[in-house]
Every structure is written in structure tokens, then in C-alpha cells.
């Protein structure tokens, strides 16, 4: 897959991302990338899977983080991420409701393996009814 020079620079971070992923149980690894409106610079985050499988974190949580420590609030441009897996994993749902508050539903996503970028989607495509906002409660 053709992609763009920023896309091509996300892969190659979330490639080292990656390599560095904590995932001693399952071997899977996995590295985010994500650039945010208005800033030339990539963060990166991936998995740490520890022995108590609720405590983990997905690579794409972590990446907010670290978005959110440098930067306070934002907005993303697009976000990349790179399994070692095959099939090639997306984001899961609590990544994909987590990229909500940061995102529209016209996000570019790319997925991809160790070998580079192999698919694009939308955000809007992948989680089709995210909580936007605290529900109205309606009265007994």
C-alpha cells in the first residue's frame, strides 16, 4: 500500500514502538503511532501485557498518555498501528472509545504488519456508536 511521507515515519516509530512492547505471555507486540493536528512530531506508545490481563494496557492507550503528557489536550490527525501478528490487529474497542474524545469520525487509521502499512479505515468505520457524551437521563 502507497502511503504518504508522515504515514511512511509513523510506521517506522511504531515499528521501534514495538519491538519494545512488554507481551512475555501472549508474544503479541504491538506499536501505535500518532501524529495530532497542528505539530509535526509522532508520539508513540505499545502494549504492556502483564501477568494480570486486566491491569494491561494496549499500545494505542499508552500513546494517548503520552500525548496528553506532552501536550494537554489535542486533536488527532491520524493514528498507525503495527502488529506483529497475522492477521494484522486494529484497534480494539476501549482503544477506539478512548481515541474518541480526541478524534472525529473521519480519522484515518492505518494498520499494519511488520513488513509496512497494509490497510487504512476510518475511525467512524470501526466504531460506529461511541459515547460522546454522558447520556440524558430521562425522568421515572
Given at each position: 500500500?502507497?502511503?504518504?511521507e508522515k504515514v511512511l515515519e509513523a510506521f517506522n516509530i511504531a515499528s521501534v514502538a514495538?519491538?519494545?512492547a512488554y507481551a512475555n505471555h501472549s508474544k503479541v507486540k504491538v506499536g501505535a503511532a500518532m501524529k495530532i493536528k497542528g505539530s509535526d512530531k509522532i508520539y508513540a506508545g505499545c502494549n504492556v501485557e502483564l501477568i494480570v490481563n486486566g491491569?494491561?494496557?494496549c499500545a494505542e492507550r499508552n500513546t494517548i498518555g503520552q500525548v496528553i503528557t506532552d501536550q494537554g489536550v489535542f486533536?488527532?490527525?491520524f493514528v498507525l498501528v503495527c502488529s506483529n501478528t497475522e492477521p494484522a490487529l486494529y484497534p480494539c474497542g476501549v482503544c477506539l472509545q478512548s481515541m474518541s474524545e480526541f478524534c472525529d469520525r473521519e480519522l484515518p487509521i492505518y494498520i499494519a504488519n511488520k513488513e509496512g502499512v497494509i490497510a487504512q479505515t476510518k475511525f467512524g468505520d470501526l466504531l460506529t456508536h461511541q459515547?460522546?457524551?454522558l447520556p440524558q437521563v430521562l425522568p421515572e
Amino acid at each position: 500500500m502507497k502511503v504518504d511521507e508522515k504515514v511512511l515515519e509513523a510506521f517506522n516509530i511504531a515499528s521501534v514502538a514495538r519491538k519494545n512492547a512488554y507481551a512475555n505471555h501472549s508474544k503479541v507486540k504491538v506499536g501505535a503511532a500518532m501524529k495530532i493536528k497542528g505539530s509535526d512530531k509522532i508520539y508513540a506508545g505499545c502494549n504492556v501485557e502483564l501477568i494480570v490481563n486486566g491491569i494491561s494496557t494496549c499500545a494505542e492507550r499508552n500513546t494517548i498518555g503520552q500525548v496528553i503528557t506532552d501536550q494537554g489536550v489535542f486533536e488527532l490527525e491520524f493514528v498507525l498501528v503495527c502488529s506483529n501478528t497475522e492477521p494484522a490487529l486494529y484497534p480494539c474497542g476501549v482503544c477506539l472509545q478512548s481515541m474518541s474524545e480526541f478524534c472525529d469520525r473521519e480519522l484515518p487509521i492505518y494498520i499494519a504488519n511488520k513488513e509496512g502499512v497494509i490497510a487504512q479505515t476510518k475511525f467512524g468505520d470501526l466504531l460506529t456508536h461511541q459515547y460522546s457524551s454522558l447520556p440524558q437521563v430521562l425522568p421515572e
